[in-house]
């Protein structure tokens, strides 16, 4: 399955003429079962609080400060414990130079997102 794009309201709509499933940000959308490289992820913190009313949730100031998310993993490495290669070596040196890589600001994450959606 791919993206069509045929629905211009609804950017995942799929197609059965392909059999892998891609991302509007041309990404392979199931990356852990059909990414041609090394499947490695990291997990952004993004801080909410309840609005001044109390009745509904905002991302809190620290997540939009312009510095990098924080990680949500004690030892703030990325991982690749999915991967599905066979290639252990590989994989650790694609895993450590992830670590190079700094996380997205809170902008930079908004931007990914829209670009994925």
């Known amino acids: 399955m791919t993206l069509t794009h045929t629905d211009p309201t609804d950017p995942w709509t799929e197609s059965d003429d392909d059999d ?3 991302r509007p940000d041309g990404n392979v959308r199931i990356a852990w079962r059909d990414t041609p490289r090394h499947y490695i992820e990291q997990t952004a913190l993004v801080y909410l609080r309840l609005d001044d009313a109390g009745t ?4 809190d100031s620290s997540s939009l400060d312009g510095h990098p998310l924080d990680s949500a993993y004690d030892d703030i ?3 690749n414990s999915e991967c599905p290669c066979n290639s252990p070596e590989d994989c650790e040196r694609a895993r450590a130079a992830a670590d190079q890589i700094p996380l997205p600001t809170g902008r930079e994450l908004a931007a990914l997102i829209v670009q994925a959606l």
């Not at 509904?56 to 991302?59: L, P, R």
């Open 20 to 22: 892998v499933p891609m």
């Open 56 to 59: 509904k949730w905002i991302v």
């Open 77 to 79: 490495s990325a991982h």
